[in-house]
Structures are given as C-alpha cells and as structure tokens.
C-alpha cells in the first residue's frame, strides 16, 4: 500500500516535471534563434490603438500610431515649440490670414506627390460636420482656404487665433490623400500618409508592424527598418520585457514601475514632465462649491508635494494653471495665491462661508490611472486638516464618464489633455461656453482675458494676459491644477537617439537607431 | 437515443433565447454609452455632430426594436460591427477564440494531471496521513486566488526571457514549443484551483467504487491490489469526473477573464472585459452569446457520454 | 487496520478553528488595531515588514499599516461571503423546492431560469451585475448571490427529487398528510446534508469572488479595505514591495481554506456513502 501510494506521486511529480523541461529547453532554443539581419525596434504600450483615421480617432492610443504614419502642417519638437513639419515655411500678412509653403517632393506612401489640394482636402473634412471630428473645434474659425499654387496654401479666419499654428500641430489635422478615403469610407483601418513609417500589419490587441518608408522627405530617416508596437497592459510586464530584451522601448505611466526600473541596471529611464495635468474640480453651480471662500478653502488644504509623492511616487510636477512644462507661460506657483497649505486661513475662510465646522461632500474619480483615485484619497486625506469630509465615490471608468458628459458630481479629480498653448487648453476648459468647462464656471474677467489672450500676437502682451488669468484662476479656483505626470519611457540598452517631447508624441521614432 | 440528443437540442433553444434577452437589456443598464466612452472626456462636439454620432452608435431607436433587429441578424449569422474599433464582430471573435479554448483545455489537462492521482492515493489511503496530507494540499489549491498566483508567476519568471513569452499568439500546430510556452502558466494558475475539484471527485467517487461488491468479490478472488484498482474502480470512479469536468467548462472559461489580464493574452475573456469597459455592446453581445452556446453544447455532450457510458442512466429530464 | 478518530473527522476541526481564529481577529479589530488604517504617512512608504517600526506586515504605498488593514479588511471580507451565501440559498432553495416539488411545468419554468443563469460564466455575470448596479459592498453581495442562486436552486431540486419517491414519503401521503406538512416535516430536513456542504463552499467561493472583481476595480472600494482591493493596489508595487501582495493573499487563502476544509469535512460526515470504507 505504502509503495502504490509512492508510485502515484512520484507518476504526478513525473508529468510535472516533463512539461517543465520542455519549457527549460524552449527557452534555449529560442534566445539563440534571432536575425539580426534587419533593424527592428519594438515598442511596449498598454492600450491598443482604437483605429487609424487621424480626422477621427480620440484615443491617446490611436495617436501614437498616427505620430508615425502621418505628418501636419506643423509640428512641435522637443522643447514643445512649433517647428516646420509638412510646411516648410509660412508668412503671417495680418492676424486673420495664414499663407502656408509646402515642402515640394512629399510622397504619400500610395506613391503620389503631396500637394495644396490635400491640405484643404483634409482641413474641409475635418470641418465638415458629418466627419465629426475632434480636431474641428480648434480650427472652427477657418473661413476658407485658398490653393495658391500646388504648393502654397492661404487659410482665412474669421476672428484671430494666436494659437493657430500650435493648433496645426494636432494629429486630428494631419493631411491626408482624397482618393484613400474615398476608397475606404474612412482611413481608421488603413493608414496612407507622408510618415516615416507605413502600416504593414495589424492584429488587433496585439501588434502593429510598420516598416520604414523608404521615400519620407527627411534624409536618413526613419534610422530603422521596421517598428513593432506590442500590446501588454501591465506595467510591470512592460518593464520586464524590456529587461528580458523582448522589448526596446516600453512607454509607462506608473510612477512605481519606474521607481522599480531606476533600481535595474540594463535599462534606461526618461523621465519628462508632460503636458497634461491631473486636476481637482468642482461642480461650481452645486452648494456650498458656488462660494469661491469654500473653493479658496479648500486649494489651502491641498499639498501638491505630498500628492505627487504619495499618488505618482515623485513622478511628476507641481502646477497651477498652465503646465508646468510649457515653460515660456507657465508662472510658478510662488507666485500665485491659494497654491500653498494654510489650514488656518482655510479654516477662517470655511468659518466666513458659513462653515466653521467643515461639511461633507463627494469626489467622483475610477480606478483607471485617468480616474485619479489615488490622488483622490490623497486628498480625502489632506482636507481631513480643515475639518472637511470628503467620500470617495469610486465608479467604473464607463460610469465615470457618464458622471463627467452629465456634469453630475460635486467634486472630480481629472486629468486634462494640455497643450503647450495657454490658448488651446485653457479657453476649451475655462471660458463660460468652452466645450470642456464642466464645472460650469462662468466668470467675465476670465472670459475677458481668454478672448484677449487669444487675439494677441505680440508674444510679450499675450505674456502679461495670461500672467493675469493665472493668477485670476488661481484666486477663484474653479479647479485646483495639481501637478503635470511625467512621460516617461524605458529604453533597452540597444536603443540610441530617442529624445521625448513632453505631450507623449513619438516623433523622435523616426530619428531612433538599434545596435 | 437519438430521439434523447435531439430533444435536448431543441431544449436549448429557449435558454439561449432567454440568455441573448438578458445580455441584451443588461449591457443597456450599465450606465453610460458607447459614444460616451468614445467622446471621452476631452473631446468638444456640437450638437449637429452629436446627432450624426448618436445614429452612427444606433443610439436613435428604441432599445426593444434594435433587439429585434440584432436577433434576425444574428439568427443570420451577421452578429455587426464593433461600436469601438468598426471591425465586423465576429472574425475579431473567431481570432481570439482558440487561445481561450485552449488555455481552457489545457489547464483541464493540467487539472486531471494533478487531480486523477491525488484522488487516487487519497482514496486508497483514507483516513491515513497520507490522504490527511493530500487531502489538505488540495484544499489549498482550491483556495489560491487565481489572479494572486498568477501576478507572483509573472513576478517571479517573466524577468527571464522566454519563459513567458510576450506577443503575438501562435497556435499550436504553427509553432508548438512557443504556444506551450505561452499557455504553460496562465494554463496552471487557472488549472491548480480546479484540480483540487477532480481530486476531490476522484476520491469520493473511487471510494464509492470501492465499497462496492464487485470490488470486494474481486479481492476476495485474490486479484492482485493494484489490477482491481486500475481495471475495475477506476474505470467505474472515472464517470463522475468526466461530468463534472465537463460542467466545469464554463468556471474555467470564466477563470480565463482575469488571468489573459493579468498575463496580457488576447483571448475572448480579455476582448469582453474591454468591450464591457468600453460599453461596445455588440462585442460583449457576441461573446456572451457565443460562450453559453458553447457552455451548454459542452454539458450536452458531456450528459451524452455519461449516458453512452452508463447505460443505466434514465435517458429523461427527471435524472438531471 | 485501526485509524485513530481524530483524522476522520480532522478536516472538518482544523476549518472550524481556522474560521474561529479569524471570528476572534474580527472581534478584536473592532476595538483595537495596530494604527489607524485609512491614516497616510508620506514618512513611512513602502516600508518592509519589520518589529522595530510596529509595522509587522509593512506599510503600502500611501505608508498605511498593512496588518491594521488586513485586521479591518477581514470584516468586510466575512461579511460579503455570509450575506451573498445567506442571499443565494434563500433564493436558490425557495426556486429549487419550488420546481422539485410541484414538478411539471413549474420544474420546467423554474430550471430553464437556472439554465439560463448558468450558462454566463461566474465571475462575468458578477462583472456585469456590478457595472449595472455600482461599485459598493451591497452591491457586491448581490452580484454573488445572484450567481450562488441557480446552484442552490440545482441541489435542492435535485434532494428533494429523490426524496420525494422514497417510502417514507409515500407512507406519510397515504396516512393523508398535507403537502407543506411533507415538505416541512419530511422534505426539507432530509435535503439538508448536501445544502450545508454547498453553503461551506460557497462561503469560500464568495470570497474568491469579491477579490477578483476587486482586483478588476469593480468590487469594494477604497479607502474601504478589503483583501481583493488590497492586492489590486497591490499589483502596482508589488516588485519593490511584494509584502504588500503577500499578506492579505495569505488572509485569502488561509480563511478560504478554512471554509473548504470546513466543506470537505462534513461532507465525509454527512454523506453516509463514504464512511468506514477499508
């Protein structure tokens, strides 16, 4: 008896181990099997693209993939200044018309030349109504657009629009060839632009293969012969498939990957202040939030550092208004008031409000890295200081949406889509009838200065403007600016060149070699 | 027996017409929509583009109407397009398909691996220490988190090359080293849980077997110890394992949700959690669809061969 | 062959105590825990386990006590898997005697029901019933007893079925006593044995359940503490901070062991079938 149980185990253990040695010799077999004949550098992402139509898509996913299938009519390089991408050149005759000089030679990768007739080819689409595109409301004051010749365009606006050319550099406005969207219906499934780099294979939920475009206007360029994107949802599988080498470059948010990944030494980490801002808003038309004393209160409890640390592990930057990384407008947060803890005047602000004793109210956030809950208990946390109460309402990414289009919650922590513009982002967020002002503020000093800022071309008179809506935002406090997330990337030790720009582009793909 | 096969079919009519009615409307209670989702929260819109988007997601008609509409079209075999991506559903289904199955079947070769002979030393050995030890090692199995286990095997091995390995799904008969190799883990954080439930029936079963006449009878006639087990109890024992691995089907499939997350593997479980995340309702409509057509084919093949093999079987309703 | 008392029915003690210890840690943490377990401390983040700091499990990401939050997650944890369990009989045994016993179109009516709420996989069934109704611990019940409620229904029925053609049945009816005399008297009594081993199980199961929705976010909430939303936040550190993964996996594994060790046990004493086989 003894020995038949023995036998039985010893059977299991057996069956065990043999699949186990299968593995072990697998896993010999394939480390030595590589070609190393063509140039290929792999990309780990978490989220797959949703489509490919530049006019079309949303999703941050989807534009990664369009940084190098497409080009625009500008772009912005690593100090987030706009340079020349398809037009090489542009003069300004007055604040209400653009005249645009296109590259000459620009193929689209079906083999024919670029020229004045895509670009208001694609710009129209973009603002015909039935394409519903995102990218039509930063170019909505377009009245017409002129082919002056094949390679010169001049597009006229209603109203100036000082951040005009930074508009262009939106992927929503890449251009983009007339016949591949007739013969498509649209191109979120196709991709036949100008970039570096053209589609050859997508398997959904998985990878991307794009391989170099031989004919692409920049001289040397794109450094490598084909660009895998990879699908892996989990931070820590990204870091680990770039330690294991299956992996060359692995685009992470998760500020404790990358504190993990400092500690390895085989990987790099580039770590950047981004452009978008994670923020804490309220509901200003809901009491006891329509008092700007209790929105003042509440910024004194707020501690921008110790988020950071405790919701990002470090891996971002203190903020007010505008970005901190958008450097030529963004004042520090010395030098604006209610950006610094105070519990005292919080509490005697509450107190004049009508609250000495404090009150209780809701923060919707999700526990998606967009939904902030981290940072939310942070700040449950933080305003426990001044006596508030706040409770979490955690709900599910679908739901938090709802919340957020219905504008239904008291409180929400966010993070906003930036821009290097003060423009761009603020007057969408901000201005009493901007498309993403949902805490429904409405103020006519800040709808003042936003209409001001944008009509303005000389750069040091916007630069007072918006020094003084900074400091009007900062005061009534419709929404608390945290802190900016870094980008950050890590790099295997075969990659060289890769440079990130701060608003999550990878333009620098095309500019990037293997060993 | 035929005539037993066929009115078990037509038996499963009504359950997936009820199932298709309650995936239907439940997906259309989770709040939010599919436009929501792909507005998201940074897009501006005006009203007229709004309008357009709200015919595009089939957000303009009554929702009892686009049932109708959705059940002649699948009725079809036409199960639409996904409201996300604009890919038709169901060759984006039929993509991701066999890697779920075969996680599935392959951690029920696992399980049986394990569980068949643990089941066996336990019974043999009831009541000793050696089936107390068995015993409680597989209790413990049935109690590991299946998502927990997972996360410490992808911290612990997928530091090494290879060993599990990223991308692209191969199927087996492609490249069976690099599928194996794939599937290896997921397959046994899903497979380890479930074969503490094959042990479990493997004991109980082969002791039933084992106090049985038959068994006795052959003993007494000095059959040696071991051919009575493997010839006579085990072949009578393995009946009930046979069905309750089949009813199991589903749990494990179900098992396959969190672990193709956590080891980032394109199959069904993962598509539907994305597509629920994402409100993209003919996604989760198909897929829910198409796993309980496969749940109840899988327990009506399993009945069948219960039946074939176990002629005593009453071959109607009341027995099950 | 002689074996000694204590391994029959072993399996059985060594769930009871287990669950004890846990019933006694519930009571304790309801009037004292090692630290606050909601308090931040940007001081001590992440810090590994360790006697000097009292903090014997460690701290998580936001430098809260690991064991205090264990301590209080283990409530929540209970009391999910008792409610969903208590939910899912009620409801299951109800719909299971109702079709066992009338038979006919109703057994038809009521299992085709239970069919159809078998045939969605568990824990997406869960998923869907949490997206629907909110993310909160009621709702979390919910979700799980609705799952738990075709199962009951199933094992009912079936006890009662083959209940129901037993002699003893037909000689109560032929001495005229009324159906819910028989079915209080007679039916339900004798269903039990295979009932109390399904509640065991399903109390384990319960508590697989609530952490795999909360480790998909969709369970309970934080800053509430529960073991699956532990090991969600968990996941993110859990290379540079593995106790913060390790622990309340062990408060998992060791109460859902309780459970089925407390399962398995009386199933060997209550089904008659398998005792003193040599």
Redesign the interface.
Same mark, same amino acid.
């Given at each position: 008896m003894k020995k038949n149980c023995m036998l039985s185990i010893a059977i299991s253990v057996l069956m065990l181990l043999v699949t186990t040695g299968l593995f072990a010799n697998g896993a010999a077999d394939n480390a030595g099997a590589k070609p190393v004949v063509e140039k290929v550098l792999t990309i780990g992402v978490d989220q797959e693209a949703v489509g490919l139509d530049p006019h079309i898509v949303t999703a941050f996913s989807s534009h990664r993939r369009i940084d190098l299938l497409y080009n625009r009519l500008t772009r912005l390089d690593e100090n987030l200044s706009v340079v020349p991408d398809l037009a090489e050149s542009w003069e300004i005759p007055d604040n209400l018309t653009y005249i645009f000089h296109l590259r000459k030679g620009v193929k689209f990768h079906n083999g024919r030349e670029m020229v004045a007739d895509d670009v208001k080819y694609s710009l129209e689409r973009v603002l015909d109504k039935k394409t519903a595109s995102p990218g039509r409301s930063y170019i909505s004051l377009i009245t017409s657009i002129d082919i002056i010749d094949p390679y010169t365009v001049k597009i006229n606006l209603s109203a100036p629009l000082a951040s005009f050319l930074n508009a262009l550099t939106s992927n929503n406005l890449s251009i983009v060839p007339r016949e591949a969207v007739e013969a498509n219906g649209n191109l979120q499934k196709v991709a036949v632009g100008t970039g570096p780099f053209m589609l050859k294979e997508w398997i959904p939920d998985n990878s991307m293969t794009l391989v170099k475009n031989p004919d692409y206007f920049v001289k040397n360029s794109p450094k490598v012969d084909k660009v895998i994107f990879r699908v892996i949802p989990e931070a820590a599988s990204l870091l680990s498939g770039v330690k294991s080498g299956d992996l060359d470059i692995a685009i992470i948010n998760d500020g404790a990957t990358i504190r993990q990944a400092d500690k390895i030494s085989q990987v790099t980490v580039l770590s950047k202040p981004g452009i978008n801002v994670r923020t804490f808003g309220f509901n200003t038309t809901r009491k006891p939030f329509n008092d700007k004393r209790v929105r003042e209160a509440l910024a004194l409890a707020i501690n921008r550092d110790e988020i950071v640390s405790l919701a990002e592990f470090g891996m971002g930057s203190p903020t007010g208004p505008i970005p901190v990384s958008a450097k030529e407008w963004a004042l520090p947060l010395s030098k604006l008031p209610f950006s610094a803890p105070d519990y005292n005047r919080a509490k005697a602000l509450l107190a004049d409000a009508g609250y000495p004793n404090g009150f209780t109210f809701n923060i919707v956030c999700s526990s998606t890295y967009e939904g902030g809950l981290a940072v939310a208990q942070v700040i449950q946390n933080e305003l426990k200081n001044i006596g508030v109460t706040a409770n979490l309402e955690v709900v599910e990414w679908g739901v938090y949406i709802d919340r957020w289009v219905k504008r239904d919650f008291d409180s929400m922590v966010e993070i906003r889509g930036g821009s290097g513009d003060p423009d761009r982002f603020l007057y969408r967020t901000l201005y009493s009838t901007g498309g993403v002002n949902n805490f429904m503020f409405k103020n006519a000093e800040v709808d003042r200065l936003l209409d001001l800022g944008r009509s303005q071309t000389v750069p040091k008179e916007r630069k007072t403007t918006y020094d003084k809506l900074q400091k009007v935002l900062a005061e009534e406090a419709p929404v608390i600016f945290l802190y900016c997330p870094n980008e950050n990337y890590v790099l295997g030790p075969r990659v060289e060149g890769f440079k990130p720009i701060g608003n999550g582009s990878l333009y620098y793909i095309s500019e990037t070699s293997v060993k | 027996m035929i005539r037993y096969i066929v009115k078990r079919l037509l038996s499963l009519i009504p359950v997936l017409f009820g199932v298709s009615l309650i995936i239907f409307f439940l997906v259309r209670m989770i709040p939010g929509t599919a436009l929501e989702m792909y507005m998201g929260t940074q897009v501006e819109a005006t009203p007229e583009q709004m309008v357009e988007l709200q015919r595009i997601f089939g957000e303009d008609k009554p929702v009892p109407v686009l049932y109708m509409e959705w059940l002649g079209d699948i009725i079809h075999g036409d199960f639409g397009y996904s409201l996300r991506t604009g890919r038709p559903v169901f060759p984006d289904i039929l993509s991701r398909l066999p890697l779920s199955l075969e996680l599935t079947l392959f951690s029920l070769v696992l399980a049986l691996m394990i569980g068949i002979p643990l089941g066996i030393v336990s019974s043999l050995h009831q009541n000793t220490f050696g089936d107390f030890i068995s015993r409680i090692t597989g209790l413990l199995g049935l109690s590991l988190p299946q998502f927990w286990l997972a996360a410490l095997m992808v911290m612990a091995f997928s530091g090494f090359r290879g060993w599990i390995p990223m991308g692209n799904y191969v199927g087996f008969i492609v490249d069976p080293l690099r599928n194996l190799k794939m599937l290896f883990f997921p397959s046994l954080a899903i497979g380890i849980g479930f074969a503490a439930v094959v042990m479990r029936y493997t004991r109980n079963s082969m002791l039933e077997v084992l106090q049985q006449d038959y068994i006795r009878t052959a003993k007494a006639k000095g059959l040696k110890h071991r051919s009575v087990i493997y010839t006579h109890a085990l072949k009578n024992a393995i009946l009930p394992v046979i069905t309750v691995t089949g009813f199991n089907t589903g749990y494990l499939l179900g098992g396959a949700i969190v672990i193709e997350e956590v080891f980032a593997l394109p199959g069904i479980g993962r598509l539907s959690l994305y597509a629920i995340y994402q409100r993209d309702y003919p996604i989760i409509q198909a897929v829910v669809m198409i796993i309980a057509t496969i749940f109840v084919v899988v327990n009506l093949i399993t009945d069948i061969i219960y039946a074939l093999m176990n002629p005593r079987t009453r071959l109607d309703d009341t027995t099950r | 062959m002689e =074996?000694p008392r204590i391994? =029959?029915n072993?399996?059985a003690i060594?769930g009871l105590v287990i669950i004890l210890l846990y019933i006694i840690m519930i009571i304790v943490s309801s009037f004292w825990l090692p630290f606050d377990p &909601?308090?931040?401390d940007?001081k001590h #983040?992440l810090e590994s386990p360790s006697f000097g700091t009292g903090h014997f499990f460690g701290t998580d990401? @936001?430098?809260r006590d690991v064991l205090s939050r264990i301590m209080k997650g283990s409530s929540v944890s209970l009391i999910i898997s008792i409610s969903a369990t208590a939910l899912g009989a009620v409801f299951g045994i109800m719909m299971g005697i109702w079709a066992g016993f009338l038979g006919g179109r109703w057994d038809?009516f009521i299992?085709? $029901?239970a *069919? $159809?709420m @078998? &045939?969605?996989?568990?824990?997406?069934m869960a $998923?869907?019933v949490? !997206?629907?109704l909110?993310?909160n611990t009621y709702n979390v019940i919910i979700a799980i007893g609705i799952i738990y409620i075709p199962q009951f229904a199933r094992i009912s029925r079936g006890a009662i079925?083959s209940l129901k053609s037993n002699e003893f049945i037909r000689a109560a009816r032929s001495n005229g006593a009324g159906n819910i005399y028989i079915l209080f008297r007679h039916l339900l009594p004798n269903s039990m044995p295979p009932i109390i081993v399904q509640v065991s199980l399903s109390l /384990?199961v319960a508590i697989?359940l609530e &952490? /795999?929705l909360s480790?998909?976010?969709?369970g309970v909430?934080?800053?509430e503490p529960s073991w699956g939303n532990m090991? /969600? /936040?968990a996941? =993110?550190?859990?290379?540079?901070a593995?106790w913060t !993964?390790i622990y309340p996996?062990l408060a $998992?594994?060791?109460l #859902?062991?309780g459970f089925?060790?407390l399962g398995?046990g009386l199933?060997d004493i209550l *089904?008659p079938?398998?005792r003193n086989? &040599?």
């Open positions: - | - | =074996k391994l =029959k072993g399996i060594m &909601s308090e931040m940007v #983040v990401e @936001f430098g038809n299992m085709r $029901i *069919d $159809i @078998f &045939s969605f996989p568990s824990l997406l $998923i869907f949490m !997206a629907v909110g993310e079925l /384990s697989l &952490s /795999s480790f998909l976010g969709l909430q934080p800053p090991l /969600s /936040s996941r =993110k550190v859990m290379m540079i593995p !993964a996996g $998992i594994i060791t #859902v062991l089925n060790l398995d199933r *089904d079938r398998l086989v &040599s």
